[in-house]
């Protein structure tokens, strides 16, 4: 039978724990880091069309009292940024109290900034009279009062959707690890059988390399490890397919070198390449080629999986599908907008493309996964 080589599993290098603050306490808190600009963004853009409303309601001979608009814009945009500001640098603090207290903190910083601002606004720039002064004063706080809360209420809200949906992603996640096709299981025992008797070693390669398979299955707590442990693995699950399937099975790898320890989704590659077997290479007599290429450009890291295309069959498509979903999903989850998964035929090839976000894994930790 002829050999087919694949490359070296790379050396992992020991995952170091992160310095400083607690990740783990930052992550859980329900609200998102403002010293994102993303958020910062979103914050200012919900605040102007929240003055827009009020400035509508205010004007009595036009459609906005632009007057109006023009110095409360100034008034929220001023008293968002620096609440905003005292509330990112004090994130992590706020992190390990509880979540009643955690918002309680943050009502009054927001308060007292509204006050600052207020008396300022009230004082300094359009004096007033004693009672009027604390009046408009006492009408902003109660207003600030009400927005900040529904806020939070909203930014809890999201938190606990997020948290839900990580935990299917989990639970599908299991069930993925958990699942290892029983033909391919039969097929390599059979292989392993056949190989005991001639060449005893190289069954035992590929013995351990199918409890390598199974460890992996089994390993349910990493939701991010170094992709060179998904190429290893992939390795491995093509070492025991190229004895099988013998000269029908063709490999190349192309892998950028310095991406070893770049953060990948726990069997996310392998069920790629295990779909690329068993839809293009299996069903053809004369089998095929399995590329898989791994390269890196400006932010991000590209991963492609190329294989003969298979026959418009509709099994065929549909385990495609429910492959390409539960990946996306997972993606999704853990990436947000930035990871993508396509795939496209030209011609007699097929190939499945993930971008990832460029992130090695001794930083993943230091970038928090929850969008605000």
């Keep these: 039978m002829r050999q087919y080589s694949i490359p070296a599993p790379v050396k992992e290098t020991p995952l170091k724990p992160d310095k400083g603050m607690n990740h783990k306490d930052t992550d859980s808190f329900y609200v998102p880091d403002l010293c994102r600009v993303r958020a910062v963004f979103m914050l200012l853009i919900t605040s102007e069309l929240l003055v827009l409303v009020l400035a509508i309601v205010q004007a009595q001979n036009s459609w906005i009292d632009w007057n109006y608009f023009g110095l409360l814009s100034l008034f929220v945009q001023w008293t968002t940024l620096t609440s905003a500001a005292l509330i990112c640098l004090l994130r992590p603090r ?5 979540n009643s207290r955690a918002t309680l903190t943050i009502v009054t910083i927001v308060l ?3 006050l600052a601002f207020s008396l300022f606004a009230d004082s300094v720039l359009h004096p007033q009279p004693g009672v009027a ?9 109660l207003l600030a009062l009400l927005i900040v809360l529904m806020v939070l209420r909203y930014f809890y809200l999201q938190h606990q959707w997020q948290q839900q949906r990580e935990a299917e992603m989990q639970a599908r996640l299991t069930s993925l690890q958990a699942r290892i096709q029983p033909h391919f299981l039969f097929n390599s025992m059979n292989t392993i059988a056949s190989l005991i008797a001639s060449n005893p070693e190289q069954a035992e390669e590929a013995v351990l390399d199918l409890s390598e398979l199974f ?3 089994l390993r349910t707590d990493d939701q991010l490890i170094p992709l060179n442990r998904e190429l290893e693995l992939c390795q491995r699950y093509l070492a025991i397919e190229s004895l099988r399937l013998g000269e ?8 950028q070198p310095g991406l070893g320890q770049q953060v990948i989704p726990p069997l996310t590659l392998q069920p790629l390449v295990e779909n690329a077997i068993y839809h293009g290479i299996q069903p053809r007599p004369k089998g095929g080629v399995v590329r898989v290429e791994v390269s890196a450009k400006d932010h991000f890291v590209y991963l492609l999986v190329q294989n003969p295309a298979p026959e418009s069959t509709e099994r065929q498509h549909q385990g495609n599908r429910v492959a390409l979903s539960n990946t996306q999903a997972r993606l999704q989850a853990l990436f947000g907008e930035p990871a993508v998964l396509k795939h496209s035929r030209q011609g007699n090839t097929y190939t499945v493309t993930l971008r990832l ?3 090695s894994i001794n930083t993943s930790n230091r970038q928090s996964r929850n969008r605000p």
Excluded: T
């Design 133 to 141: 002064l604390w009046h408009g004063i006492a009408k902003k706080l």
């Design 248 to 255: 029908r099975l063709q490999l190349e790898w192309d892998i």
């Design 112 to 114: 007292l900034d509204v």
């Design 94 to 98: 706020l992190a390990r109290l509880s």
């Design 357 to 359: 976000p460029r992130r």
């Design 215 to 217: 460890r992996a299955s």
